[in-house]
């Protein structure tokens, strides 16, 4: 039973909206809902975007503004397939993050032609057709979105999360091109296509299975990634290693010596499972380290270390103790119990060994 109803609520409630139809199936066998809607009206299109993700929308000739959008849904998952005829940007405002979070989905977005680029802060990523995005929008982003044909995919968070580790996911464009990417297309698609012949529990479990593999997919483009990541680390640590007490080890100015934006910074520090105040933190507490294991005449007491180290004093006891398992004090009496024991060695008996027949 095919039946034309006037658009969901859910979108928006106007008397007199564009073109729009609702097709559901047999309902005794819960076919999956999805809406038809050609809009030509921007404003329209915003209130109609903004039903899905809400965002600030600018348009580049709003009277020229066409589109058309098949939205396909149940209580788990959406999909979306848009054709624009037109130049957008969408702003995802900290006001929409604090009224809508959206903290509980991820969008998978998937341009089939044109390509679009988001902003997060300082960072631009563009992902072209045949790529595909795993996106949060429970933070600030900008979108640029010229004329196009894309997908977009509404998955559960707990979804995602528990096949990709959650600091990864988002912000990594992944390839679609070749292989189980091109099954994972083609998947996509047939979906979309047999919109009107899918139950809801049909629906549910091709979704499902999409999410499955785009995870798949995720977690193997970043084994080969491993490496740099290690490596990118470890200049990290390096870098305030040999700038302790010498240089500025704020994050920003670090970015900035490392030719890095703030944000990519904190994402490759993610990534590899830690944040850049525990790099900062263990990499200076083991200067300090190294600094108390001088017990000579001109070594510097405990605060001096501790200043020097960036500690307040009252505070580098306690962070010692809970990285080294004793207090600075224990350490550097520990250090000069061990050397007094050492055995000091005779001069030129070297030579004489040497020079022993």
């Given at each position: 039973m095919d039946s034309t109803l006037e658009l969901p609520t859910r979108v928006v409630d106007r008397a007199e909206p564009a073109f729009r139809t609702w097709n559901v199936a047999d309902e005794a066998v819960l076919a999956v809902k999805y809406y038809d809607f050609t809009v030509d009206d921007s404003k329209l299109w915003t209130e109609v975007s903004n039903s899905f993700v809400p965002m600030e929308q600018?348009?580049?000739?709003?009277?020229?503004?066409?589109?058309?959008?098949?939205?396909?849904?149940?209580?788990?998952?959406?999909?979306?397939?848009?054709?624009?005829?037109?130049?957008r940007i969408s702003y995802r405002t900290p006001s929409n993050v604090r009224k809508v979070p959206l903290d509980e989905i991820y969008w998978i977005?998937?341009?089939?032609?044109?390509?679009?680029?988001?902003?997060?802060?300082d960072d631009t990523i563009r992902v072209m057709p045949g790529g595909f995005m795993m996106m949060r929008f429970d933070e600030v982003v900008q979108i640029h979105m010229p004329s196009s044909v894309s997908y977009a995919f509404q998955v559960p968070r707990v979804e995602i999360d528990h096949r990709v580790e959650p600091c990864v996911a988002p912000a990594?464009?992944?390839?679609?091109?070749?292989?189980?990417?091109?099954?994972?297309?083609?998947?996509?698609?047939?979906?979309?296509?047999?919109?009107?012949?899918?139950?809801d529990r049909e629906f549910n479990a091709v979704c499902e299975r999409i999410s499955e593999l785009l995870c798949m997919l995720a977690v193997g483009d970043m084994h080969p990634q491993q490496a740099h990541l290690s490596e990118t680390v470890e200049a990290i640590r390096r870098y305030v290693r040999e700038n302790v007490g010498v240089g500025d080890l704020r994050l920003p100015a670090v970015a900035r010596a490392l030719g890095w934006s703030p944000r990519k910074l904190r994402s490759v520090l993610r990534q590899s499972g830690t944040t850049y105040r525990d790099v900062r933190q263990d990499e200076t507490l083991r200067a300090a380290r190294d600094l108390l294991a001088n017990p000579g005449r001109d070594a510097m007491s405990i605060r001096q270390v501790a200043v020097s180290s960036g500690f307040a004093p009252t505070w580098f006891a306690s962070a010692f103790k809970a990285r080294y398992g004793e207090t600075p004090g224990e350490f550097r009496r520990?250090?000069?119990?061990?050397?007094?024991?050492?055995?000091?060695p005779r001069i030129g008996a070297r030579q004489e060994f040497e020079h022993r027949p």
């Open positions: 600018k348009y580049r000739e709003p009277e020229r503004w066409h589109a058309t959008l098949v939205a396909q849904e149940t209580a788990a998952y959406n999909m979306l397939h848009w054709n624009q005829r037109g130049e977005v998937l341009p089939e032609r044109g390509p679009f680029s988001l902003r997060y802060g990594r464009v992944h390839d679609l091109n070749s292989g189980l990417g091109r099954v994972v297309w083609d998947m996509i698609r047939r979906v979309h296509a047999e919109r009107s012949n899918l139950s520990r250090r000069l119990a061990e050397l007094a024991d050492q055995p000091v």
